[in-house]
C-alpha cells in the first residue's frame, strides 16, 4: 500500500539574495521520509500568479494528502506558523506591510481568507521542545506566500481530509551580513524545525485506501 505524500514547497531566491532558506531547507528533503510519509519537494518562483499556476500543478501531479509551504519572512524571530491566508496578491513585497497593500484577489469571488489545517499548537509545542523558536502567525502578508498559501488552502477546499499550511523561515545566518540589523537562524536550525513539523502532520495522516478513482483536486 502506498504511503501518504507530504508535499514541501520552497521559493528561488529574490530581492537580490543570492538564495533563499525556504528552499535551501526545502531541498534538504527530496525523497526524505517522515514518519510513515513520503516528502515531495517543489521550488516555486517569486511570482504571484506563476506561483498560484505552479502549486495548482504540483497538487494535481502529486495528490498530497498534507501541503506545507515554506518562505522567508526577513526580520523575523522565530519559525512562523501561518494561521490566515488573505484573498490579496501584491506582487511588490515592498507594499505587503502596514496599509500600504493593494493588489487583485487570487481567486476572483473566492472566500476573503481561509485558516490553516495544520496542527498549529502541536508543532510550536514540538519545535520548541527541541530549543527552536516558533510561533503562530496571523499575517502571512500579501505577497507570493500567502498567495501560495491561500491557492493550496482554496485547491483542497472540498478534500477536509487534506492538512495544508505555511510556515515562514528567518533569514538564515549566510545572509545575516547584509542584513546587520535583522535576526537571523541557521540552516541546521531551521531544518530541524521543519523536520518537526513534518513529523507531527505525518502523525495525523492516514494511509490511502487503493482505488481505481483518481483525485480531483
Known amino acids: 500500500?502506498?504511503?501518504p505524500i507530504i508535499l514541501l514547497t520552497g521559493f528561488e531566491p529574490f530581492g537580490g539574495e543570492s538564495s533563499n532558506p525556504s528552499w535551501e531547507v526545502a531541498s534538504r528533503f527530496a525523497e526524505a521520509k517522515a514518519g510513515g510519509a513520503d516528502v515531495r519537494i517543489v521550488r516555486l518562483p517569486v511570482n504571484c500568479k506563476r506561483a498560484a499556476s505552479e502549486i495548482k500543478a504540483a497538487l494535481t501531479r502529486v495528490k498530497p494528502a498534507a501541503v506545507i509551504g515554506l518562505?522567508?519572512?526577513?526580520?523575523?524571530?522565530?519559525?512562523?506558523i501561518e494561521k490566515v491566508a488573505i484573498n490579496l496578491a501584491d506582487e511588490r513585497a515592498d507594499r505587503e506591510t502596514g496599509e500600504r497593500a493593494e493588489g487583485r484577489a487570487i481567486v476572483r469571488g473566492g472566500p476573503d481568507?481561509?485558516?490553516a489545517r495544520l496542527p498549529i499548537a502541536s508543532i510550536i509545542d514540538a519545535i520548541t521542545q527541541r530549543g527552536i523558536p516558533a510561533a503562530m502567525s496571523l499575517s502571512a502578508g500579501a505577497y507570493v506566500c500567502n498567495t501560495v498559501m491561500y491557492m493550496t488552502l482554496h485547491q483542497v477546499r472540498r478534500r477536509p481530509d487534506v492538512l495544508a499550511g505555511f510556515i515562514h523561515l528567518p533569514f538564515d545566518a549566510a545572509q545575516a551580513t547584509g542584513h546587520p540589523s535583522h535576526p537571523s537562524m541557521s540552516l541546521?536550525?531551521?531544518?530541524a524545525g521543519?523536520?518537526?513539523?513534518?513529523?507531527?502532520?505525518?502523525k495525523r495522516l492516514k494511509r490511502?485506501?487503493?482505488t481505481?478513482?483518481?483525485v480531483q483536486f
Open 212 to 214: 481505481s478513482l483518481s
Open 113 to 115: 481568507a481561509y485558516f
Open 194 to 202: 521543519v523536520e518537526t513539523a513534518l513529523a507531527e502532520v505525518a
Open 188 to 191: 541546521e536550525l531551521m531544518t
Open 71 to 80: 518562505g522567508q519572512a526577513g526580520g523575523r524571530t522565530a519559525l512562523s
Open 1 to 3: 500500500m502506498a504511503s
Open 208 to 210: 490511502p485506501k487503493k
